[in-house]
């Protein structure tokens, strides 16, 4: 199901790693006259196409990108899909028994909603979650609102009355599953996921619960160690190839040209390194599934589109690197870690993402202050009406700079006495456009830098 448009206007997280007390983050747009274009306005609402994350290491910036994936995959998959362990605030000797906390505000379509979920570290459940659609009056109406009390008892309740009299009984039903007689598979599970897997959501209030949960299934996380998974078009899209030739041409990587090239498999060798069962698994799935229709994977870093050809052989078409020699091309793996991360962040300049909430964790590793600034610079650019947003944390302090960002768009964490994170916003301090921010910044204008201790000798 394609939902549209879909942006977060704001997330609150509490009892989450290094975040304790409430901290929330919001996209709204403030006053900030600078940079229009970085603002899209659905309905009565103007939300940032981007927000800049800056803090000291150990601040809590990863735990934000971390408490939005961790959320997402609760909701898609329920809490079997996650470790619970020591993710709770564990400066703190009792949050272990105290609930993570998890909050969404969002535009779906036109439509704007609220959706938590809190859960139990402890009992390992979901011990409460809700969906509200906040009409463009400021009337709240309760989808569904699921509450687990103190002794166990789970209750749900809504406020949905329209719709036929087919669509009331099966939601009636679905809630139900969640109600006194709850099963423990279903503690473990959100409403917000089995309505959407089972009630074929096709209209009413089920296409609604559905587009909710396809807002969460179409965010992009990116962390340094992940890969973007839409790079592995690259070996048979020749359009796509082209898109990264030119782009990566613009960002002085030394690559004149990303190519094809065709070539028999050679499981031995590609498969070099991999435990010899689970190489024997890869070659019965590669024969077996490439029998019916071409295979893209990733081994060992390269990517490959398996095919079999009117012999009966596995072909693949490995990406190449032209360097300036033809005769002589480059794999992915002799390219740098700089080009490699680049890999991973270009295709997030493609039109497929239009309508996409992206979240990348450090954008700036491995990749030199002005090409991170280019890369951000690109994204607007692409994001010039359209429906995406983008979400990043980075160390690299030439981007805290007015002419490429508004104000509201620059947000700090900062480690706290206790060692909890405390979010807070550049908007707060009120400064002008055309102020040196990055410099401010370093002096410890904003707060959020590491406060180093003066070097000092170590008596024998």
């Known amino acids: 199901m394609k939902v549209g448009i879909i942006m977060l206007i704001g997330f609150a997280v509490s009892n989450y790693r290094s975040f304790y007390q409430k901290q ?17 306005e659905i309905g009565n609402r103007k939300i940032l196409k981007s927000s800049l994350i800056f803090g000291a290491n150990a601040g809590g910036k990863t735990n934000l990108i971390r408490a939005i994936n961790f959320s997402r995959n609760i909701i898609l998959e329920g809490l079997d899909s996650v470790n619970l362990s020591k993710k709770h605030f564990r400066i703190e ?19 704007e909603y609220s959706y938590g979920i809190v859960i139990s ?6 011990i409460s979650e809700w969906l509200v659609r906040i009409e463009k009056s400021g009337r709240e109406v309760e989808i569904f609102n699921r509450i687990v009390d103190e002794s166990g ?11 036929s009299k087919l669509e009331k009984m099966r939601m009636e039903i679905y809630l139900e599953d969640f109600g006194e007689n709850i099963s423990d598979v279903f503690r473990k ?14 209209e009413g209030i089920f296409e609604e619960i559905t587009s909710v949960y396809e807002w969460f299934n179409q965010i992009i996380v990116l962390f340094p160690s992940t890969r973007y998974e839409g790079i ?10 082209k898109f990264f030739s030119t782009k990566l041409l613009n960002y002085d990587t030394g690559i004149c040209k990303v190519d094809s090239k065709k070539e028999e498999m050679n499981f031995d060798k590609i498969l070099e390194g991999v435990p010899r069962e689970e190489a024997e698994k890869i070659k019965v799935i590669v024969s077996n599934q490439t029998s019916k229709h071409p295979v893209t ?38 390219e740098s870690d700089g080009t490699k991360r680049l890999f991973d962040l270009i295709p997030l300049l493609a039109d497929n993402c239009n309508g996409r909430v992206i979240l990348i964790d450090e954008i700036d590793r491995s990749l030199h202050t002005n090409l991170t600034r280019r890369f951000v610079s690109d994204f607007y650019q692409m994001a010039n009406n359209r ?10 302090s030439h981007l805290l700079d007015l002419d490429l960002l508004r104000q509201d768009e620059i947000w700090f964490v900062e480690r706290q006495p206790d060692h909890s994170s405390r979010m807070y916003s550049l908007d707060d301090f009120k400064q002008r456009y055309d102020k040196k921010i990055d410099k401010e910044y370093l002096i410890g204008r904003y707060g959020a830098i590491p406060l180093l201790s003066p070097d000092f000798d170590m008596e024998e």
């Open 387 to 396: 429906n995406v947003q983008l979400i990043t944390t980075t160390h690299d």
């Open 93 to 111: 000797r009792d949050a272990y028994n105290q609930p993570g906390v998890f909050e969404y505000r969002m535009m779906v379509g036109e439509k």
């Open 189 to 202: 599970k959100s409403i917000l996921s089995d309505i959407a897997q089972r009630g074929n959501g096709k």
């Open 297 to 334: 994977m990733r081994i060992n870093e390269q990517i490959f589109d398996l095919r079999k050809d009117e012999n009966g052989n596995i072909i693949y078409n490995k990406i190449v690197m032209d360097h300036g020699n033809a005769e002589e091309q480059f794999e992915y793996q002799d």
């Open 232 to 241: 592995n078009e690259l070996a048979a899209n020749s359009h796509r190839r």
């Open 24 to 40: 929330t983050i919001s996209f709204l747009a403030s006053k900030v006259a600078r940079h229009k274009e970085h603002v899209t």
């Open 121 to 126: 570290y402890a009992k390992a459940e979901v």
């Open 153 to 163: 008892k789970s209750n749900v309740t809504t406020e949905i009355k329209s719709g």
